[in-house]
């Protein structure tokens, strides 16, 4: 699963390393387009986990028979959310044309997103899918996948971005079309190992069709909903920091978004320890023993912060070398060298606060680390963001000069903090009042 992950990101920051070697202008189009992308992906990705948790309570509880009718209709609730997301993102494209943006950057960052918006009903479906079978213990197939889909990523983006043999060079939007077409590809080869594979069978969810069924999906939405607005609570106060500090340049825009890239990379190891999480956690309670399943949380929490531990120290000590890997404009690398000591301050809280937030949807519980995950980054690191990065003039407490990305990943190191302390305390108190269960 982890190696799966990182070949995920790893399409990111092939994105970003190859357009920021093409240009700043390129880069900055694909940081823009990539951080409105980015909250939609994500708070998709979040709505689609309501499969986990259910499966893996089913495959607990031996009930394989019910996983079936539970994947259908998860997939038609990925193809309608997929849509609203398509559109979503395609108006959200509009919010370029009131930035003060270069209009080149401004065009090429609204192709970007109008191109990668026709991945979003199968990336909806993948995402169940990859759910279904993590939830199996089948990580393999999305492991294998995603590392044929990074090969193909980096030969569309070198064919593309730079017009090779003959093509046309499109530049930042030749990563938008690399994306779309390798989200297909993921869906596409996902069904296939499945259909061929042994392990599926006895729940094999494609085996004939069904309708829609409105009380299942509703259970879902109940579900996923809250996961969706956790993860877009998150998604948001990174992603919106590449526009709120568009108007200082495309240095800024640029160094925020390679900072950005490599912490998301360095982010799929705790998160995928998290999906593990929450799939042991799942199946435990599933089984009727929460002894284990609180066990197994804590021990999912102390792996990892203990990669917490040794991220952070690599972040601190090669700040310098992975800016430089992205770009060749040395203004934007000195800039993003600096974003990447925050990223180091907040690898202990970042990875607390997603190990915690797995665990607790294992129990299925979603709305507290919702509100939790809102108050953290809606109600301290956006408006201390905007403070010590913006410095509006009406703020009688405002910073001399704005901080502009600066301030804004210092908000974030706070905003981190207050989430980790408040999952953590309520995946002791979750998982201590199932205790007493398993005793009478």
Known sequence: MLIGQLATVGMAVADVAMAGHASAEDLAAVSLGASVWSIVIVTLMGVMMAVNPIVAHHVGAGEHARIPHVVRQALWKAFGVGLLAMAAANLSALVFDHMQIEPAVRDM??????????????????????????????????????????????????????????????????????????VWFNLIALIAWMRRAPVYRSSWPLSHFEPPHWPEIRQLLKVGLPIGVTYFAEASAFG?????????????????????????????????????????????????????????????VGLSLAFATLSASFIALFNWQIASAYTSDGNVAALAAQLLIF??????????????????????????????????????????????????????????????????????????TVAALGLSWFLDRLSRSRLPRAST
């Not at 064919?159 to 030749?174: D, E, N």
């Not at 919702?370 to 990065?389: E, N, Q, Y």
Request: proline fraction near 5%; glycine fraction near 10%; include cysteine.
């Open 109 to 182: 960052a609204k192709a970007f997103l109008h191109v990668t918006s026709f991945a979003l009903p199968a990336f909806a479906c993948y995402r169940v899918l990859y759910g279904y079978s993590a939830s199996l213990n089948q990580t393999k197939p999305m492991m294998v996948i995603a590392l044929g889909a990074l090969a193909l990523n980096v030969l569309l983006n070198w064919l593309l971005i730079y017009g090779r043999f003959g093509l046309p060079k499109l530049g930042g939007v030749g990563c938008a079309w690399a994306t779309l077409f390798c």
């Open 240 to 300: 919106l920091i590449a526009l709120l500090v568009a108007k200082f340049g495309t240095a800024q825009v640029a160094a925020h978004q390679i900072a950005l890239n490599f912490s998301s990379l360095v982010f799929m190891v705790p998160l995928s320890l998290g999906v593990a999480m929450l799939t042991r956690v799942g199946h435990a309670l599933g089984e009727g023993d929460p002894v284990a399943a609180r066990f197994r949380s804590w021990v999912g």
């Open 343 to 416: 990223a180091a301050l907040f690898q202990l809280s970042d990875a607390t606060q997603v190990a915690t937030s797995c665990a607790i949807r294992g129990y299925k519980v979603t709305r507290p680390p919702m509100l939790i995950h809102l108050a953290a980054f809606w109600g301290f690191s956006l408006p201390l963001g905007c403070v010590l990065g913006l410095a509006p003039d009406w703020l009688p407490w405002r910073p001399v000069e704005a901080m502009a990305a600066k301030g804004f990943w210092i908000a974030l190191v706070v905003g981190l």
